[in-house]
Nanobody, 120 residues
């Protein structure tokens, strides 16, 4: 059993910053790709940023230059530094992990989500 737990969400004014964390726990050996997704009210879940276990990244166009994704493979933890936040960044942010290698095989997992609210 692998669990992903997000933290770091909250309420911030436009122009402010937040740092999200996602920690994977359980009997796992490695994680392939990790990513942050978000879902705003009435909208579909969308990819915000992804990072491979080698450190390659890609971002949604609207967050490039403002958000930075990183990970600590030794701690099975991923981060999202969000700067210059805008009201349109308001959403529930979800952590995702693909190709988690465990004693039982490979699996994917999602976190429970953390709410980010940006006020204007």
């Amino acid at each position: 059993q692998v669990q992903l737990v997000e933290s770091g969400g909250g309420l911030v004014q436009a122009g402010g910053s937040l740092r999200l964390s996602c920690a994977a726990s359980g009997s796992l050996f490695s994680i392939g790709v990790m990513g942050w997704y978000r879902q705003a009210p009435g909208k579909q879940r969308e990819l915000v940023a992804r990072i491979t276990n080698g450190g390659s990244t890609n971002y949604k166009d609207s967050v490039k230059g403002r958000f930075t994704i990183s990970r600590d493979n030794a701690k099975n933890t991923m981060y999202l530094q969000m700067n210059n936040l805008k009201p349109e960044d308001t959403a529930v942010y979800y952590c995702n992990a693909e190709r988690i290698v465990t004693v039982s095989g490979r699996l994917d997992a999602w976190g429970q989500g953390t709410l980010v609210t940006v006020s204007s």
